[in-house]
């Protein structure tokens, strides 16, 4: 009752000023998330809120939210609601073969073209259901080359470690038309199956010739500490072809660890897939791989993706930044004729919110995923995007894509032991600098508002804690008038009790 009755008073003392103008200008924080932002090191003048309940005229509380600030993620937010809006949930990507040369008795005698269209997903499960579908469509042997047609997108040369300096990190794979698998191989590490032996087992996946292991990790008994860097690992990548030394050892204390890491060029990661796997599902290729164009007509065999409403799910839950880039590249289609391009893929995301009168002042979006230095948005501008989706046909489908708080995605570490526990919705944005959170959370009395949370400074990575409080005292209800209702504890169950969010 005490805490009810402080939250009650500081609603009447500490917010009816700064939320009479709210909406208009900039509102004083509460005191309570101030002190809390202090705790991390982060000004009020780092941070920019934006809370509005969902169907309501007016805004409860607008700190800096005209500001334009790095929104990290959370950009993806605009990414899946223009894609969801303008090609449909069920839009599907394909990946077409063509046949050059002539197909006798299952033989090609010629080269195998394979076209691609940007699918975000092309999993090695979903490799394998293509390759499974070539061979019931006839064809069992390739006497030619494998011919990969990449010319739908139009991008500078990527090079993967601009970003962060981290070229092996599978998120900082580029977008491509042919995608496959994210260009990502995962190595697990587990000791050997025979206590006779003294090397650890490497087990890569997807097993591609092109990868070469001539030095395997030694093991050892040593507690399991720095497991990673004890391997050494080092990796010499040609494009063509990689070399993987482990000049270190493993723990055989460790169990089964993995990692995974981007290699090879596009082209050659596309042909080792394919050879490994149209292989495996009793096909017959020995050929090399070169780029080239498809010559048109009608395919011989389609594969497509999943639907845009499960591409959705893994940009938002899982903040997939290539799935999220190859999304934005495909709005490209609604504005010009391939090949297509990031800056016809802005001009198509501006016309969308023009059309639906969604103004976000100031958007600056470089690749649609916020894994960028450049990357622009305001906390209002979000919040207009927020209250606009209700509104959508699609909306049900988006809302649940967005983390659900401490349970699931990005956010299954972070409010355990919070009222806000399964009551918020909130994408996450991660870069060195920022940290940022919008989406909804629904009050303890069951009111839904739109959140917009933006932290740009230095100390950002210890701010979740900060950020968590803010998110709570909105499920709490102290930006909303006081009612004749039960109390936050009365009305909502005991929050679970599970492991702690990281700081």
Known sequence: MAREMWRRIFWVAGLAAGLAGAGTASAALPEAWKAALQQVGVPESAVAVAVQEVGAAKPLLVHRAD??????????????????????????????????????????????VL??????????????????????????????????????????????????????????????AL?????????????????????????????????????MPTLNNKRCGDWLGGLKPNFKDTGAQVEVRFGGS?????????????????????????????????????GNVREGKAAGGTPWLVFESAPLSEIVQDINKRSNNVMAQQVFLTLASLQKTPPYTQGAARLAMAEWLKTNRIEMDGLY???????????????????????????????????????????????????????????????????ENART??????DFQGRRYAVVILLNHANAKRSAPAMDTIIEDIYQGILSPPQQTASPKEKHREPHRGKAAPG
Request: hydrophobic share 40%; aromatic share 10%.
């Open 437 to 442: 959170l919008a989406g909804y959370v629904d």
């Open 115 to 176: 076209k691609g269209y940007g699918d975000p997903k092309i999993t090695i499960e979903q490799w394998q259901a293509f390759m499974q579908r070539l061979r019931q469509a006839g064809l069992t042997q390739v006497t030619g080359d494998l011919i990969v047609d990449r010319s739908l997108f139009s991008l500078s040369a990527h090079d993967p470690s601009a970003f962060d300096k981290e070229p092996l990190k599978p998120y900082n794979v580029g977008p491509d």
């Open 365 to 431: 979006v470089e690749n649609g995923s916020g894994l960028s230095r450049d990357v622009r948005v305001s906390a209002q501008g979000l919040l207009n995007l927020l209250l606009y989706a209700p509104q959508a046909s699609w909306h049900d489908l988006f809302f649940d894509s967005l983390p659900l708080a401490g349970v699931d995605g990005t956010l299954r570490y972070r409010f355990h032991n919070s009222g806000a526990y399964s009551q918020a919705r909130l994408k996450t944005g991660l870069l």
């Open 250 to 286: 493993y723990s055989g204390q460790c169990g089964a660890r993995e990692m995974y890491v981007a290699l090879l060029d596009v082209p050659h990661f596309v042909h080792g897939m394919f050879t490994h796997y149209f292989t495996e599902a009793g096909g017959l290729f020995s």
């Open 179 to 215: 995608l496959v698998s994210f260009k990502a191989v995962r190595f697990e590490f587990a000791p050997p199956v025979s206590k006779k032996d003294t090397k650890a087992q490497v087990i890569v996946e997807p097993p591609l010739a092109g990868i070469k292991i001539p030095a």
């Open 67 to 112: 500001v334009l600030m790095n929104p990290a993620s959370v950009i993806k937010l605009v990414t899946t609601t223009a894609a969801l809006d303008l090609l449909g949930s069920d839009y599907r990507w394909k990946t077409e073969a063509y046949l050059d040369g002539t197909l006798t008795n299952g033989v090609l005698h010629g080269n195998l």
